[in-house]
Nanobody
């Protein structure tokens, strides 16, 4: 069973930055289109953005220009660089494939607050 390990979350002030990492135990990782998702309290999990095997990325409008997804296939790891963070970015962040093929990991909490 593929395991996902997200890390890098924390408490940050508005306008700050965080870099999240997700390591995936899948030998086919380099073929997968990967994605970051988030779930805020009382809300459904939502897609944040995707990165395909050709390193092409897409983002939801609310994070465009602030968030950047990248990947390192040699390390089976996908990253989410988050800049200019806003309180509304507060959520638990998860990675998965774009088709949500894996069982969900534990996620990493991001809290944007003064």
């Amino acid at each position: 069973q593929v395991q996902l390990v997200e890390s890098g979350g924390g408490l940050v002030q508005p306008g700050g930055s965080l870099r999240l990492s997700c390591t995936v135990s899948d030998s086919l990782f380099n073929r997968r289109a990967m994605a970051w998702y988030r779930q805020a309290p009382g809300k459904q999990r939502e897609l944040v953005g995707t990165i395909n095997r050709f390193l092409s990325t897409n983002y939801v409008d609310s994070v465009k220009g602030r968030f950047t997804i990248s990947r390192d296939n040699a390390k089976n790891t996908v990253y989410l660089q988050m800049n200019s963070l806003k309180p509304e970015d507060t959520a638990v962040y998860y990675c998965n494939t774009d088709l949500r093929l894996y069982s969900w990991g534990q996620g990493t909490q991001v809290t944007v607050s003064t």
